[in-house]
């Protein structure tokens, strides 16, 4: 079984910095795919960055230039850095783990909030 659990949602005003941790805890393999989904109320959660198992990153359109996502594969943490921040940005933010190998899954933390004040 996998666990993530996400920290360092914080309220932060416009133009800010943030940094998201997600700490993954269980067994890992090569081929995961890690993602940063955020979602707002009302709406459908959004895939904001992901880190691929060749070591690649994806952005959305909207964060691009703005974000990174990086993955410690020693110490088993998927990061968010977030930069330029937007009142927009504001949402709370998930990390995910896509499987695909040896089996299919997906695993999800549990949130952290993202505030932009403007």
């Known amino acids: 079984q996998v666990r993530l659990v996400e920290s360092g949602g914080d309220l932060v005003q416009a133009g800010g910095s943030l940094r998201l941790s997600c700490a993954i805890s269980?067994?890992?393999?090569?081929?995961?795919?890690m993602n940063w989904y955020r979602q707002t109320p009302g709406k459908q959660r959004e895939l904001v960055a992901t880190f691929t198992s060749s070591d690649t990153s994806r952005y959305a359109d909207s964060v691009k230039g703005r974000f990174t996502i990086s993955r410690d594969s020693a110490e088993n943490t998927v990061y968010l850095q977030m930069n330029s921040l937007k009142p927009e940005d504001t949402a709370v933010y998930y990390c995910n783990l896509e499987r695909r190998w040896p089996t299919r899954g997906s695993f999800w933390g549990q949130g952290t909030q993202v505030t932009v004040s403007s």
């Open positions: 269980g067994t890992i393999f090569r081929l995961d795919v």
